[in-house]
């Protein structure tokens, strides 16, 4: 059963990744979960991970945010850490760059932001299928919001299990649902300085169009998705499918 969005206190953003339909059967429950950082995890939010045996988890934030916002870990789970986005904003250039800015600048942001997560970090993409591959017992995966970066993994894992496109979008546009704590989070910290919190709305959010955009790039850089996966990031498809489908 996925638990509610209320079951960490420390992150809103932690849902089960279960029940979805791909080749041979469905997602297996109780063994893959999707996530928002663990950074304000409580002692009773550790003990509940515990619980649900978690043994992995995999940090797709940059080394930046990694190095100044650790995770806390359940006692029993071993951490892989993959850079995405190095180089990312520090606190001060992140407002800098969304004063003044317009909804049209942060979504053609965004859109930039996906077509190069997919171009610009195969490396990164080959190390969290090996991870996926290779753990055992419960995996959580995550990035900072669990929405971008955590939302394209999904999206490529799920892919390649095979889900419709209908159903990777699907999870990918849920996560909708689970971010009033980062929206809040982002209000507190942008708002004192005169950031119009309306203007960055896409950067606060899902959208159909920014998962369209890294699956057109995939297709223009190498001819599809399936290329992608199996040619150039080596997906060991039947080994995921062993871990995760029933």
């Known amino acids: 059963m996925t638990p509610p969005s209320s079951f960490l206190t420390g992150q809103s953003h932690f849902r089960e990744l279960a ?25 009773a939010d550790l003990a509940r991970l515990d619980a649900l045996g978690v043994a992995r988890v995999i940090d797709l934030r940059s080394g ?13 789970a071993r951490l892989t850490a993959i850079a995405f986005l190095e180089g990312s904003l520090t606190s001060r250039d992140m407002i800098a760059r969304f004063q003044n800015a317009t909804r049209t600048e942060m979504k053609a942001m965004m859109l930039a932001v996906y077509r190069s997560l997919v171009r610009d970090y195969l490396g990164q993409w080959r190390r969290f299928f090996a991870a996926l591959a290779a753990s055992e017992g419960v995996t959580v995966f995550h990035c900072t919001a669990g929405k971008d970066r955590t939302g394209i993994g999904a999206a490529l894992l799920l ?3 095979g889900a419709s496109p209908e159903a990777v979008l699907a999870d990918y546009l849920a996560s909708g649902e689970h971010l009033a704590t980062l929206r809040a989070m982002m209000a507190d910290k942008l708002a004192p300085h005169g950031v119009d919190l309306a ?10 169009d920014y998962l369209a955009a890294a699956f057109a790039e995939i297709d223009a850089g190498w001819g599809g998705v399936d290329v ?19």
Do not use: C, K, N, W
Request: proline share 6%.
């Open 159 to 161: 892919t390649a299990l």
């Open 64 to 76: 930046l945010e990694q190095r100044s916002r650790p995770d806390r870990l359940p006692s029993g």
């Open 228 to 246: 992608y996966l199996d040619d150039v990031l080596g997906v060991d498809r039947a080994r995921l499918a062993e871990r995760f489908v029933v």
């Open 199 to 208: 203007a960055i709305a896409p950067v606060l959010d899902v959208d159909a």
């Open 19 to 43: 029940g979805i339909p791909v080749a041979g059967g469905r997602l297996a429950a109780g063994r893959l979960y999707r996530s928002g950082d663990l950074v304000e995890l409580t002692d």
